[in-house]
C-alpha cells in the first residue's frame, strides 16, 4: 500500500526558508512519479514542483520559480522541496502526491496517492 507522509514547514517571517520532505512507502521513487502541491484556504490544490518526463530537469509554477528547489533521493525513497525568500501568498497546506508511471502534468486529478499535508504559515 502507497504511504506519503510529510514533515517539516511551519510558521516564519516574509524572507524566511523553511524545507520539507516526504516519505514514501510501499513503492519505489523509480516507478512512480512524485511532486508537490498546495492549497490555501478556499482555493484549489495547485501544482507547485515536479519534474520533466525523463526526470533530468525540475519544473515549477511560476509563482514558487526561483525560489523553491524540488529533489529527490531514489535510493530514500524521499522528495523534499526547499522554500526560500517565502512570501504570505505561500501560506498553505503543501502535499506530497504521486502515482504509478514516469511522468503526470502538475494537475491534482492526475494523482492518486496523497500525503496528510505539512503547514506551510508565512506571516507579513
Known amino acids: 500500500q502507497v504511504h506519503l507522509v510529510e514533515s517539516g514547514g511551519g510558521s516564519v517571517m516574509a524572507g524566511g526558508s523553511l524545507s520539507l520532505s516526504c516519505a514514501a512507502s510501499?513503492?519505489?521513487?523509480?516507478?512512480?512519479?512524485m511532486a508537490w502541491f498546495r492549497q490555501a484556504p478556499g482555493k484549489e490544490r495547485e501544482g507547485v514542483a515536479g519534474?520533466?518526463?525523463?526526470?533530468?530537469?525540475?519544473l515549477y509554477a511560476d509563482s514558487v520559480k526561483g525560489r523553491f528547489t524540488i529533489s529527490k533521493d531514489n535510493a530514500k525513497n524521499t522528495l523534499d522541496l526547499q522554500m526560500n525568500s517565502l512570501k504570505p501568498e505561500d501560506t498553505a497546506m503543501y502535499y506530497c502526491?504521486?502515482?504509478?508511471?514516469?511522468?503526470?502534468?502538475?494537475?491534482?486529478?492526475?494523482?492518486?496517492?496523497w500525503g496528510q499535508g505539512a503547514q506551510v504559515t508565512v506571516s507579513s
Open positions: 502526491a504521486a502515482q504509478r508511471g514516469s511522468w503526470y502534468p502538475l494537475h491534482a486529478s492526475y494523482y492518486l496517492h
Open positions: 519534474f520533466n518526463n525523463d526526470g533530468s530537469s525540475a
Open positions: 510501499g513503492y519505489t521513487n523509480s516507478n512512480y512519479y
